[in-house]
């Protein structure tokens, strides 16, 4: 490989290589020494095609999830089974992962602009913008990079575009896989939330049992089926469809009534 030779959106390899490494070092403690990391589904990565594979996941937090993610499917590529145990895995990890962001957030700081170089696909908000609602028109250039990335590799995307529970999945994730047609993987995370603060930065609680379930593509029939379907669908994949509410026990249900609290208080400091 060319010492310079970059991705498709202009990205040194080298250097995101190096990111990867480095913050793959740092971040590896958070899911192995202060918090342990359960993982379920690994071997079903090391079966996908190298490109266009598009994975659908709850979100928790706004980078501790993606980073866990890196880790899981690195670790799984290089054959560990269901664990993270022994970094060595990082040292040559996948250089075409991708990870939908919000463009704002990906701007925020010098930090957040690093972890972008390292693999984010940033687009505009459609509905919410600087703490606020909004309505604006889907950006093409916004479709067309993921479309890109999905070229290239794999693409990690939040289809309800928030960290909050249980909020409708947005229509936008339904249109692309019917543009792109690619594999589909759903993961569902839990534990982030408890563990990091909303950043997904810093160690809010330790000794929390993360979890990372990853199921098997979905069946799509990216011709005929409406896009409420593929919605309705993606619901159920990543245990995000109203119905799960049902079925959580009083405990559970008062731990989610916390994290909800937490979350408004946590939305009131950034947005002031």
Do not use: C
């Not at 250097?15 to 202060?34: A, D, E, N, P, T």
């Not at 289809?159 to 759903?186: C, E, L, M, S, W």
Request: hydrophobic share 40%.
């Amino acid at each position: 490989m060319p010492l310079f030779k970059r991705n498709p959106f202009g990205h040194y390899l080298f250097l995101k290589k190096w990111l990867i490494r480095v913050f793959g070092v740092i971040s590896h403690g958070r899911y192995r020494k202060f918090n342990n990391l359960h993982i379920e589904g690994s071997d079903i990565l090391r079966n996908l095609p190298d490109k266009n594979v598009l994975f659908i996941s709850n979100h928790q937090t706004y980078f501790a999830d993606v980073a866990a993610m890196f880790h899981v499917f690195n670790a799984s590529l290089k054959g560990r089974e269901d664990n993270i145990n022994n970094i060595g895995y990082i040292w040559n990890p996948k250089l075409n992962i991708y990870f939908v962001a919000a463009g704002e957030t990906m701007r925020a700081g010098l930090l957040p602009k690093i972890f972008a170089y390292a693999g984010s696909v940033s687009i505009d908000r459609t509905w919410r913008a600087d703490g606020k609602d909004v309505n604006r028109q889907v950006k093409n250039s916004d479709i067309s990079n993921i479309g890109k990335a999905l070229k290239d590799g794999w693409v990690i995307t939040f289809p309800q575009g928030t960290t909050t529970p249980f909020k409708p999945i947005r229509r936008g994730t339904a249109h692309i896989i019917k543009t792109y047609k690619p594999v589909v993987v759903p993961i569902v995370i839990d534990g982030f939330r408890r563990s990091f603060d909303k950043k997904g930065l810093n160690i809010k609680k330790r000794n929390v049992l993360q979890s990372m379930v990853i199921k098997e593509p979905l069946v799509i029939d990216y011709e005929n089926e409406e896009i409420a379907d593929i919605v309705t669908k993606i619901e159920f994949a990543i245990e995000q469809h109203p119905s799960f509410l049902k079925v959580l026990s009083a405990k559970e249900a008062e731990e989610f009534l916390q994290e909800e609290e937490e979350l408004n208080k946590q939305r009131t400091f950034w947005n002031s």
